[in-house]
């Protein structure tokens, strides 16, 4: 399991248009459903994306894990907003770096998912909910879970 955050380039806001918030946390989901990773937690921030999960039933590797979130939800939010390379000056939704920390103990799992659910009211934005985490890549870490309070809804 890891608390990943990565942001998009030159910490443009980009979704701090509520529009392009959603079509990123969608393809976010499409991706994680897809491959089978599990996500416990995830908030979509207006420069950054913060999400818990690991590799579910895939085996990817961490930064196979990230080409895939970075990659469809880059191509769905270029979609969605055509002029966002003319207004960025960039192919590039996302900058190269990120961070990633490895979650060991149910301790770091909860107090992660607790940063992450808890990180937009600390902005003054919205709470964000999404049904789908912790439903997706069944892996053992979410049944051995299933049922616990992990800072969510």
């Known amino acids: 399991m890891w608390l990943i955050t990565f942001s998009t380039y030159r910490r443009r ?24 990773y599990c996500a416990l937690a995830l908030a979509v921030m207006p420069d950054h994306v913060h999400i818990v999960l690991n590799a579910g039933t895939s085996g990817h590797e961490r930064s196979k894990v990230l080409n895939n979130l970075k990659g469809v939800s880059s191509r769905r939010v270029f ?9 960025l000056r960039s192919e590039h939704l996302w900058a190269d770096e990120y961070q990633a920390a490895q979650l060991t103990t149910d301790a770091a799992v ?30 053992p870490y979410v049944a051995e879970t299933r049922g616990r309070d992990l800072g969510h809804a």
């Open 79 to 87: 979609l969605a907003c055509q002029d966002l390379k003319l207004d």
């Open 110 to 139: 909860d107090s992660a998912c607790r940063y992450v659910c808890a990180n937009p009211g600390k902005f003054g934005l919205p709470e964000q909910q999404y049904a789908w985490l912790g439903r997706i890549g069944l892996a």
């Open 13 to 36: 806001p980009v979704f701090a248009d509520p529009d392009l918030l959603l079509v990123c946390a969608e393809a976010i989901r499409e991706v994680t459903e897809r491959n089978g």
